[in-house]
């Protein structure tokens, strides 16, 4: 089971001028082979097929472990292709009858808009939906570690080049951060398997072969030691993690560690509705109307009680004073 | 970001007669157009997608907390197939050379043996991966609702329909189980629509049209309450469910109620190794001897630090005593 | 656009041992390449895409009207497999709790029971969905016709193996009439392909070499000339299809005929509720007594106004006494 | 079995402007999850799965009849698309060697030009093509039901997207057409639950909340009252329509009717050869001379028997005279 | 079994203007249903697949020996999708930090640059990859020789198309060459039928009704009379070419030829670096120099022993001085 | 450019008891994500894409030469399922009309019967196409080395599971066959990688952890060295191998060879016709009539030019006398 904490991971900026085909670039970082569906399911189910693992739990503990820091990266992927869609239609006014899509027209994967409402799809940059076909789960320990390093450095790979292609400030923040967090895993993954074998994968870091300190946007989670941290997303589970990820980081020495616990992360941003394409309303305003009426109803306080970063205080904030 | 707890929804038996047929049906609870794969992924989308959140917060606290719910029904699908797995290749000497997976041949999906580990599979009853196209996020709530009303009501066809075609033990307790949670899910979104447009949706109760308690295996569910209580998945987030989860149980007339915290659940059972699928070594024993060491070289005790059903007192647990 | 009629091209034999296997087999002349889906579908796009149709119409109308028969044919294949499925589960007493599906487990295609009512599937042998990628519409008018005279000698192969591997008398009915009734449109594009090009491709036939008189259940056809007839689906519309389906037939020389109007054909039967599968329901009595109502509200008759071929009379027919 | 009309729902404009974007847009209403090929097809499954049939007639009928409309509706998609490709490569001598597809290049769909032939494919706005998948057809009358309303509510959010994307006069038509009568459909399946379950659906209307009769486009329909009529698309059955579609229109109060037959809709177009990428040939003048002599040859007047919007009177017509 | 000879089967030019677009139209032509790894496959499966092969020798040895020049129309295809994406990123300094990728979002398949190092794909120009579901081999000799006719049709009118489509030199190079190879391929199946049936197929040339000598550059080819040649692709192998491959040229007349051994061809070309996308590496001289060391070790000579086009002598070449 | 060689890379035993749920199982050898298409088109592209091969072409080389063996790879899993498929229908007066098939119907996949002429198909154990989408080919060397490797392991799983699923002498002869190349292949990645990082990989194996050389149908393959060899593929290129694959074996110790040339391999057999399924003709006999006419009109002698393992000398061996 999980519990959800609604903060992301990392903190992206506001929306700026929208980008649909920076916004559709993304999408291989979703709903690509490499993509954080990919990583999230693959370690996922590889956790929950994982047999015998009393006799080896430090490496299950590390593989579902890491399966669930993976939710958190979906969820940034779909934070920045949110932001970087807000705006595309006009705010104000851009209801049918009308023509407040028709700058979209040509422009990125149609479906962020016809089909959804200016929002992550479950496809790669080619509009291909994400598939069960890429996960993988052999139940062979060392085979699915094996993998597993495979399939962060490709995921590597793609965030380098949606990095290069995509200069939209919430992509930079997104790439800037799972290029350190990933990298993390990677370092895990390779560590498992030469704790296993004996092969030294960690002589292959970096790969792609330039060092994530080089990317600006890294830098600052870099400072901070996310490169070299390893979450335990857990209240009181996975523990065994300090047993697989321990020793020196193969491109700055510095030592491995694991935290207890998620990372502070931030607040989401609530993003502004996009009446063209119905999202939350044609009419927001009335729903939003019918919502104050059922927290009133349920005793809840007229405001939200749930904090977001664009939205001063919350309820609960304001209570806490 | 979530926090991952190593705990079952509920409890499942321990392995009895391996039956890869079975296993294969349930298969589509997990990655068929109906399974949980698609509501976990449908609400977790919409949960990113939602625009406008604070203004109608109750609704979005809604969605993303039962997504969080159906992580750890894709889970409980999954230690349910594994289960039924379990066994089919002879645990002693089932390695190659030798013939162990000869009685399996022409028997359930192939893949089981050949891609996996005797593990669950992203894929439906006719081995067609689970696919992102499965995903529902139009950014109107109105109609994302309405969606998750109906995809209730196609899951509730199926988990009834894998009861009828599998008798295994573990099939029964994890649809037995599901149909209670479901129908709770069925009820939420079924009373989100109703306060939103004043369509009475729980007039369909139940669709299909048995009741739930008639199912035995659903009923020690229900004598707990689990058919009217929604959990909330957060340590701290998505309080404002109260606001729309409320009223009568549209079957029992009991009123609906909220609880913090997931269900206790059930600790995992640690399956057995498969070594004729190399789950998770062709000699298991010679991983755990080097998992051991590094235990020992973490300063972790000798015996795993976490409890699971089959396996005795953790380590923890031990030294709470 | 079209009228539809509640009748089948041919007549089907009632209900008798049920035969999932063979179910699954036919699935592939519903959905596979080759199967009725395809015909209808590349006629169907061929004739909306068609260009300067006035100027080569006696063509556009050969497509456009062959298209119309093959909806009769996806007809008649769904109609067979549901005859086939019909009491696979125990109509009595067959409704969960119970395991009334368990002798179906590891049975045929287990989408016709979980995921559907006993009924066909958009999907082949395989359990793979049809898929608008088989779909052919290059607008050339010799390479579209020389696409569909390959298409129906593909079609006709698998007509013949399902033949062969399914004695099923619902299975024989439908493929001894589609025998027939494909190689009509088999020589009909042979024949427009050679108009057009001088190409006497007629001298392929038959293809497979089977002459299709050697096959019992397609011998009444063939007495009634319906391997020499093509019908005009149509009111009004495509006159001109005589001046392409014309002169001798391949294979028995006889001269070859346009006729008005769809074939007799049979009234379709009425299959049994299968209520461990909710088809109609779980409770069919229930819906049947609001039909009822509903009729007698409507100031139509208790009877339903239509008949079936295994109904008894209508209300229509008696009323015309 | 079906008949088939050579006439189009509605009447569209003349080509224009080609719009390739335009026509990629409007594929996702041809082949899209919510496009017409699923609604098609949704229909036409469930009504030759429909089991007993003889009880519950007024519910067969519906979703038979409704199957039928649908047909001309995947016809009205295709021929807007075919409107906007018209014109795309030039008309005159844009054969090879040239290239007359050179402005064409990374625009829209490829496949419009490379496999088809400036003509709709069976895919959505994302080339993707449509597959049986999207095929719902559980054998559980409510929950077909259930599923046809939701299926309506998605396929009229896609429209309204279309629209505001699409400005193409061939897309307009289309769309404001398309908004009209799936609108009906929504209503149908809305009153057949409300009658099986006393949920009443009808509450929900409009779903996305923006009026029909905003959209300038579908007035026109409207004021002939096309959004309260169900036609009955066929020669004798089907009549127990009468006993689900009665009762006052959910928006406007007005009694909803059923009417006998087909709406007179409008010629189809005859459009112009586009020898770039030989549709109907490289050499359309060639073809046509043979058909006009296979005319003479068969007894059929010089000219054209049928009539089409663009071409005059037809031979049949002035025969009439 | 196969020898690999390191040269191409036509020179294309050196890369000049990047040209993304065009490089995904060219993707047709590798993946698209009708592209070279459908010819390719559906030979080659053909060819394995033949049953009975002595008894028809002449007719195995044509379909295996296609087969064996096709996999030099992948390489081809793929060879000028290389060379239109060479230059698409910055050579010099295009790597990360930085956004040499900037210019090239929106525009192609994006997966040319994020998945790939500006390289060919297995996908069609939609971004669909190629499937196993176009190969076709119903072990029907008359059937998959009708097949293959149509296939080398509809890969003629994508060849067309690609070439009104795109003009970058590379591409008209490839195409020029198809066209002329392709032809020979479809003259070849068509006599096959013809020899087996009496069908003359070959009055159905050219089809697409433009002949292949109006291309200018298919000129050059046709000048060496490749249109009559079939190349036996075989050091021993395949020699009753000559009993199928035989008999005048459709449109020329000319007395078909088997030619034994490949064609000359030409060398490829070695394509520049692209280190933006890390092609071969984020620093290519790093692995140079590696490979350097190697050859050295191995005692190779220090310069490469195989020639490219554009690298001036290979040692092998100078050593032969 | 290939050249083609009719012999197989390892001899397979005649035909014996069908085996059509075995030959189902082989074809994920075929197709499946880690079967010989995937090997074969995974190192075919990256041969192709391959950029910058003149400075590190010992690495080129590496990747295309292996390339080439998996072709015949391909071949001889086919060959496999053809000999499993052989004699699944009757032989004598196996032909429609009549059941031949009958006891085929819900026995292994039923399109390698109404598809295919009980011939390979190219899919996996599910019945699900290969895809492009297995396709990897990133550019970057470092990356594709460390995929290969991963594949390969794969692919030694699979294998392996294969092998004790199916103990029908063909599948037993490809397997053991196979995982002594495959092997080769893996040992040749494992070494490239770690020239290129210094990453030991080849600590890892044998992976699955079990020696090759306990499997005895692999046992006749070592003794004559298979296990260490790298066959050249080529008449004259792909020299440089010797720069890479060297070095001791990892298992053995032994030195790495580079041999030139194809291994020796068999003969084809020349699989006996199926006419239940139409292969190669309803009528063998006739269609084998015609290819003698042909043969003695373009002077080939009387019988076949070519030898098969099962065929007596072949004119060309007799001619050799």
């Not at 929950?48 to 080896?56: A, E, P």
Request: charged share 20%; proline share 9%.
């Amino acid at each position: 089971m999980i519990l959800r904490i609604d903060r992301l991971g990392a903190e992206l900026p506001p929306p700026s001028d929208p980008d649909p085909e920076g916004a559709n670039a993304v999408q291989e970082l979703m709903g690509g082979r490499f993509g954080e569906m990919s990583t999230l399911m693959n370690y996922t189910f590889q956790s929950f097929n994982f047999r015998g693992r009393q006799s080896v739990r430090p490496f299950y503990d590390l593989i579902a472990n890491i399966a669930a820091e993976e939710y958190g990266h979906i969820e940034l992927v779909a934070a920045a292709i949110n932001t970087m869609l807000t705006g595309a239609s006009p705010a104000a006014n851009g209801k049918p009858p009308g023509d407040a899509l028709a700058a979209m027209k040509g422009r990125g994967n149609p479906q962020h808009f016809i089909a959804g409402g200016q929002g992550a799809l479950c496809q790669d940059s080619n509009g291909k939906p994400w598939t069960g076909d890429y996960v993988f789960s052999s139940g062979d320990l060392v085979e699915d570690l094996t993998h597993n390093f495979f399939l962060e450095t490709g995921a590597r790979n793609n965030k380098l080049k949606v990095y290069e292609m995509v200069d939209h400030p919430a992509a930079r923040a997104l790439t800037g951060y799972l290029l350190v967090r990933g990298g993390v895993h990677q370092i895990a993954y390779a560590r498992a398997v030469e704790l296993l074998t004996g092969a030294d994968l960690t002589s292959m870091f970096p790969t792609p072969r330039i060092p994530t300190d080089k990317i600006p946007e890294s830098q600052k989670h870099i400072d901070k030691g996310l490169h070299k941290i390893l979450y335990r997303f857990s209240p009181d589970d996975y523990n065994e993690l300090t047993a697989v990820f321990r020793g020196p980081h193969p491109e700055t020495g510095e030592e491995l560690e694991v935290q207890d616990g998620p990372p502070e992360g931030a607040l989401p941003r609530d993003l502004p509705p996009q009446p063209a394409v119905f999202a939350p309303d044609y009419a927001p305003e009335e729903i939003a109307e019918i919502a104050q009426r059922l927290r009133k109803h349920a005793g809840l306080p007229d405001q939200p009680t749930a904090a977001v970063a664009n939205g001063g205080e919350s309820a609960a904030d304001k209570a806490a004073r």
